[in-house]
């Protein structure tokens, strides 16, 4: 849908030697160490870890929320400076704004960045349409389940067609139901567009399910312990993840999940 | 889906008892004292307190108006100051120190206490009436808007930072009406406040307003002439909470405790 522009062909992202070190207490905590990643155009990137491994410490400075102490991250070949452009955000919680409608709140994205709200109303309505919304719009937050809340957060994210999706453990609060038709809907929304996603996880199958490539990390001090294509044909069902192929993929996590301690095996 | 309000207030059913329970309360009062026949000083009955009123309607009406005056400038005045107060803090780590801790320090001080000190002040009349009510209604205004502006989801900034959002619009997208509702339950607290702070205002710098009503009947042994007073207070109390929580639910349709149920 919309090319890259000014970058090598390869790399869209670039992650060199990265550390995040907090001042405390108790001295200083490295909350990052020596992260290295490329990220492709377009690729769909599942950063996987348990809690306390700095995934989504690594997601806020790519967002450009904070800054990292060492090393660099450079957008199409530039050095990071606060948030990049054409960037979407999507948490946990929704934080949808209770006093405006669903459309409302998607056209959020274009106030903030300071695009005119009018030129992106039809837009937002088409994306309400193809995440389900449709009939929804001048509906309030509270009137919608957690589903359909975390839905109408995606539409904000993806308003201003933005190149790179940021995701934190955006299913994280949702029934397994939920969760599985939200893993359909963005899978299939990615393979639609061509956007970089970057999505945090502590869900095992959720990132091999939806990724290109799985970025496993650990903590004390948060670092990227193995990283591995995931070669399973597009579009996925959701039955593959009763294959043996998609089981190998979570047995080589889950390995080192029991490694940390965090699984027994 | 939208209902209109009268029919939202009405289907509460929290007003039809709080009509049926005082009617009770009138009635039984009214047989009590013609039951036992108390000496008039002690307690007049319901009936004589409406005869005193309806013998000078006009006398008390100009002075409800006149603590109603008060009253609603006062509370005017604190919220147009509290708000301004409350924004000021949030976005100034100074003014936070300075202005805010001083708030706190002073609303644990009985603030009644100071009425005296406003007379020696601003001399009796309506300035130091204003001034007593006032000093009451700010503090709970102040107090809930601060937190109510310090209450957003930190993700929810985050996710405007993300989006290069101005500071204009986090203020005025995201944190002013996220505070509306603790500024609502502030205003709520300090309408009622204004109204005590009027009529301490009253009984001590006053010529004027029921207050004074009350302590000049109350000097002549009147004590349902005191009654008349006491009732129209509350009658006045009473309404001018019901119009910040109607004025609420204009203002905050969205908020949840506005929502049906079944919403």
């Known amino acids: 849908m919309n090319m890259m522009t000014g970058t090598t062909p390869d790399t869209y992202l670039r992650i060199k030697g990265a550390g995040k070190t907090y001042p405390s207490q108790h001295g200083p905590v490295v909350a990052l160490s020596d992260i290295n990643l490329d990220v492709r155009p377009g690729e769909f990137l599942s950063i996987v870890g348990p809690s306390g491994c700095g995934k989504s410490t690594l997601l806020k400075c790519l967002a450009g929320l904070e800054d990292i102490t060492s090393g660099g991250i450079t957008v199409s070949g530039k050095p990071l400076a606060g948030p990049p452009d054409r960037m979407g955000v999507v948490f946990q919680r929704d934080v949808l704004l209770d006093w405006r409608t669903i459309l409302d709140n998607v056209l959020l994205q274009a106030e903030f960045l300071g695009h005119p709200r009018e030129q992106y109303r039809d837009r937002a309505l088409q994306l309400l349409e193809r995440f389900g919304l449709k009939g929804y719009e001048k509906r309030h937050p509270w009137e919608l389940s957690g589903g359909m809340r975390q839905r109408a957060s995606i539409c904000r994210a993806l308003l201003c067609d933005p190149d790179l999706l940021l995701m934190d453990e955006p299913f994280g609060a949702l029934d397994a139901m939920t969760r599985d038709d939200l893993n359909v809907e963005l899978a299939r929304m990615w393979q639609e567009t061509s956007k970089t996603v970057i999505f945090i996880t502590h869900s095992i199958s959720e990132a091999v399910f939806l990724a290109d490539r799985v970025v496993m990390m650990s903590r004390g001090p948060g670092r990227i312990v193995d990283v591995f294509d995931v070669d399973l044909p597009r579009p996925r069902p959701l039955s593959v993840r009763e294959s043996d192929a998609f089981g190998v993929y979570a047995q080589r996590i889950r390995h080192h999940f029991a490694e940390l301690g965090v699984l027994k095996e | ?263």
């Open chain 2, 1 to 263: 889906m939208k209902d209109s309000l009268i029919a939202k207030i009405m289907r509460d059913n929290r007003s039809l008892d709080i009509v049926l329970v005082l009617l009770g309360t009138i009635l039984l009062w009214e047989l009590g004292v013609r039951l036992f026949n108390p000496p008039a000083i002690i307690l007049p009955a319901p009936s004589a307190i409406w005869a005193a009123f309806m013998q000078s309607p006009w006398v008390f009406i100009r002075n409800m108006l006149y603590t109603l005056m008060t009253t609603g400038l006062a509370f005017v005045i604190s919220v147009v100051l509290g708000v301004i107060m409350a924004v000021g803090i949030v976005q100034s780590k100074f003014l936070e120190r300075t202005v805010y801790t001083l708030l706190i320090a002073i609303n644990s001080v009985p603030k009644v206490a100071l009425a005296p000190l406003f007379v020696i002040w601003l001399g009796t009349g309506v300035s130091s009436q204003l001034a007593v009510a006032v000093m009451l209604a700010i503090f709970p205004i102040v107090i809930n808007t601060v937190l109510g502006l310090r209450s957003v989801d930190p993700d929810m900034l985050n996710l405007a930072k993300a989006t290069r959002a101005s500071k204009f619009d986090i203020i005025y997208k995201i944190r002013v009406p996220n505070a509306l509702p603790s500024l609502f339950s502030g205003m709520k607290v300090g309408i009622s406040f204004a109204l005590v702070g009027a009529i301490v205002g009253e009984f001590v710098a006053g010529g004027r307003g029921l207050g004074f009503l009350v302590l000049t009947a109350q000097g002549q042994f009147d004590t349902t002439r005191v009654f008349v007073s006491l009732v129209l207070l509350g009658v006045m109390g009473t309404i001018l909470f019901y119009a910040v929580d109607v004025m609420e639910r204009i203002a905050l349709p969205w908020h949840s405790s506005q929502r049906q149920p079944n919403a």
